[in-house]
């Protein structure tokens, strides 16, 4: 094709993509480019804007590693995590809500004993998270398998810190033949995501602040029921209207009750205040085919 201008260059692209025997590929990279082409269109995109955008695309690559994922940040700030979830995971009245993975996930966290110290070692006030997982009609779940993970109160994951040797406040449980779950950790504390990279420039150059709510990553995961991704966020917390990542669902907000010192849910003494939270999860059955 020859002589192509703004008004045929769409479909030129359209038709040199359209040979590919990946039906739903080329469904996807039809409607990109469409919507791509109609984006540049409406703006009326500079020779100079696109070239800040390949810059600014190509930071978010090179800043990314295996420790973080900075094109993670930018769905979420963007609000394209959320809206991706939203419309993957409609599940009957009742479920838990999903919410954004977030990018301080890691794989292989330590399998722990339920009821163990996800946070052994570090500083803060001592929570203690209980609950059970069980599906819509009530039934409890046996053995399954929770991953959690958290900041600390100082606002960072410990794949943020250098020179740890360990994993911190994170793990992987099972819960018991009941579907009753119980850890130790601590408080964590409302923090901002990284923003020293292209993603932090983004959101300082639009007026917006970095800071999500204190809140509790779960996965959770048991055969023939359907995978939950979700937070727990503390009531009355700091940004829980103004979430960075618009991770936020009021189904998610519960109250950490605070306790002056006195004797644990495991029956120790604590010579200082600690917090107690319950939460239950209810996970959708996996759909047959």
Not at 73 to 99: R, W, Y
Not at 125 to 132: A, C, D, H, L, R
Not at 191 to 208: C, Q, S, T, W
Not at 216 to 228: D, S, V
Request: net charge negative.
């Amino acid at each position: 094709m020859k002589n192509l201008d703004e008004r045929t260059i769409t479909q030129a692209v359209i038709e040199r993509n359209s040979t590919s025997s990946n039906e739903r590929l080329v469904d996807i990279m039809h409607s990109l480019v469409k919507h791509l082409h109609s984006f540049a269109r409406e703006v009326h995109l500079t020779e100079e804007e696109w070239e800040m955008g390949i810059k600014f695309l190509t930071e978010v690559g090179q800043i990314c590693s295996p420790t973080r994922q900075e094109f993670i940040l930018l769905s979420d700030t963007l609000g394209l995590s959320t809206l991706v979830i939203a419309q993957n995971h409609k599940k009957p009245l009742g479920c838990t809500e999903a919410t954004v993975f977030g990018p301080f996930h890691v794989q292989n966290a330590p399998q722990l004993e339920l009821g163990s110290n996800i946070s052994e070692g570090v500083n803060g006030t001592p929570w203690f998270v209980s609950g059970n997982i069980q599906g819509i009609d009530g039934e409890p779940i046996p053995n399954a398998v929770i991953e959690v993970w958290q900041a600390d109160d100082d606002g960072y994951y410990d794949v943020q810190k250098e020179n740890l040797n360990a994993y911190q406040g994170r793990a992987v449980l099972k819960a018991d033949a009941q579907g009753h779950y119980y850890f130790q950790t601590i408080v964590p504390e409302a923090y901002p995501i990284p923003h020293d990279g292209p993603v932090g420039k983004m959101l300082e150059a639009l007026n917006r602040h970095p800071w999500r709510p204190a809140h509790l990553h779960f996965m959770i995961t048991a055969p023939n029921y359907e995978r939950l991704v979700t937070h727990v966020f503390k009531e009355d917390g700091e940004y829980l209207d103004s979430d960075a990542v618009f991770g936020v669902r009021s189904s998610l907000i519960a109250k950490w009750d605070h306790h002056e010192e006195g004797l644990d849910p495991n029956g120790n003494f604590q010579y200082s205040p600690f917090y107690t939270l319950n939460f239950d999860f209810v996970l959708n059955k996996q759909k047959v085919n």
